[in-house]
Nanobody, 128 residues
């Protein structure tokens, strides 16, 4: 079971990036998948999440309208979760991590501490 994030990079304020989280060894069926951000010197915080059971999505207030989380769990492709990020601001700088948790034991959306499977992250730097 592995998660691999990609798509990070350096972008100017107002620009866009599209993060991807690819799954290996499992599908996202009956999972909650979340994106977390950890800014330098700060605690990790949830940014967006999606539950594969019903497609429900949740966003941190500060990214609503700018970020959109989506899930591609088609059997013909490698399972992946995407996070297009628009109108990026310097406060969005940090490591972005993908995490998953099977639903059933936890409800949708899980609390941040309930996520047990994590990727290694991808760095996003937004310059002013």
């Amino acid at each position: 079971v592995q998660l691999v994030e990609s798509g990070g990079g350096l972008v100017q304020a107002g620009g866009s990036l599209r993060l991807s989280c690819a799954a290996s060894g499992f599908t996202f069926e009956d999972y909650a998948i979340a994106w977390f951000r950890q800014a330098p010197g700060k605690e990790r915080e949830g940014v967006a999440s999606i539950c594969s059971t019903d497609g429900s999505t949740y966003y941190k207030d500060s990214v609503k309208g700018r970020f959109t989380v989506s899930l591609d769990n088609a059997k013909s492709t490698k399972p992946a979760v995407y996070l297009p990020m628009n109108s990026l601001v310097p406060g969005g700088t940090g490591g972005y991590f993908c995490a998953v948790e099977p639903l059933g034991v936890v409800s949708c959306p899980p609390l941040p501490y309930e996520y047990e499977i994590w990727g290694r992250g991808t760095q996003v730097t937004v310059s002013s």
